[in-house]
Structure formats: structure tokens, C-alpha cells
């Protein structure tokens, strides 16, 4: 276990391998599990903001549900979660035409239309973050669905908190980061 400012990092983040590979899993991460994406309250009003503005490049189905149920619900637990679709994809997915999955915040982020790349939950991913009074835990999520990037990350040694880099530092910021690395390295 690492701690990093308020942190505490399991050790999988440090020592396990990932890289995404989505020419492998095809982007299963935005298709399979019991909820959407976990979002904030401020992630919850940005993307009311974007709404319009995706909304007609989404899929017909995920459109449907937006405008009838809206883009986002409650968890089991009471979390803000993005809407899915028969129980499976995320809202904001929309398949490309080599069948893999995307989201269309990442689309629109990429082609520098919006300033918004994903919610933070899917960007840290594989890491999922918990919140416990003062301190938050990051813990690796072992799921069969990215097993090709374990091996893709085993193959170029990349490891959980390197694919996550980005990520961690919007999260946490780059002292943090920064401080991550040094002791990622004793």
C-alpha cells in the first residue's frame, strides 16, 4: 500500500500491468456491468450543458431513454450513474463502423469540439476511487473484460497508474502525481 497526500494506493495499482487495447476488448468497458458510469454532481451539470449538442449524434435508443428518463439515475447505493441501455451500454457509447464501442464525450473531446473528455470515473479506469471521510482509497478493478489489457500492458510494461496517468493527474493534480512516481520507485 502506498499513501499519497490523503491517498491510500493499493499495490496493484503500482505493480499489476494495463494498457488498453481496444482493438481487443472492442470497448466492452462501456457495454458490460449492472450501472452506467458513476459521475459527480459538476460532471452531472456539464453534461446537462453538452446534452444538446450530443444528444443528436447518439444512437436512437440511448436518445429515447435520455428524453424519457433522462441521462442519469441512481445506483443501488444512492451514486449518480449514467442511464444504460437493456441493461447494458452506457448512454454516451455509440459503436463505430469497425464495431467497436466509444464514448461520444472522448469523440467530441478528441475532434476538439468540447473541453470535457469523459467522466472521471472512466478515464481513471482501471482505478476506482472511494471516498472515506478524509481519505480516499484507489483500488485496481480486476475485470475479465480488460484482460487483453493486462496483457497488452504486461507486453510493453506499462503499468495501472502509468496507463492512468491523464487521468490521476485531473483527478489529484501533479504533485500528486509526481509524488506517486517517487514512491512507486523505493
Request: with cysteine; aromatic share 10%; proline share 4%.
Amino acid at each position: 500500500m502506498l499513501i499519497v497526500g490523503n491517498s491510500i494506493i493499493s499495490d496493484d495499482i503500482k505493480d499489476r500491468h494495463f494498457c488498453c487495447n481496444i482493438e481487443k476488448c472492442c470497448g466492452m468497458c462501456c457495454v458490460e456491468g449492472d450501472f452506467g458510469a458513476p459521475i459527480t454532481k459538476e460532471e452531472k451539470r456539464i453534461i446537462k450543458n453538452l446534452l444538446p449538442q450530443l444528444l443528436p449524434h447518439l444512437p436512437q435508443k440511448a436518445q429515447k431513454i435520455i428524453k424519457e428518463k433522462n441521462f442519469f439515475t441512481l445506483d443501488d447505493e444512492g451514486n449518480l450513474v449514467t442511464q444504460i441501455i437493456d441493461g447494458k451500454d452506457c448512454v454516451f457509447a455509440f459503436k463505430s463502423p469497425e464495431n467497436y464501442t466509444y464514448c461520444i464525450f472522448q469523440k467530441f473531446y478528441l475532434e476538439k469540439k468540447i473541453d470535457f473528455i469523459k467522466p472521471i470515473s472512466c478515464h481513471l479506469y482501471p482505478i476506482r476511487v472511494s471516498q472515506y471521510d478524509e481519505m480516499t482509497a484507489l483500488n485496481y478493478h480486476n475485470w475479465q473484460v480488460c484482460q487483453s489489457a493486462v496483457e497488452e500492458g504486461k507486453k510493453k510494461n506499462i503499468h495501472v497508474y502509468e496507463n492512468c496517468k491523464d487521468a490521476l493527474i485531473r483527478r489529484f493534480g501533479q504533485q500528486w502525481y509526481d509524488e506517486l512516481l517517487q514512491q512507486t520507485r523505493l
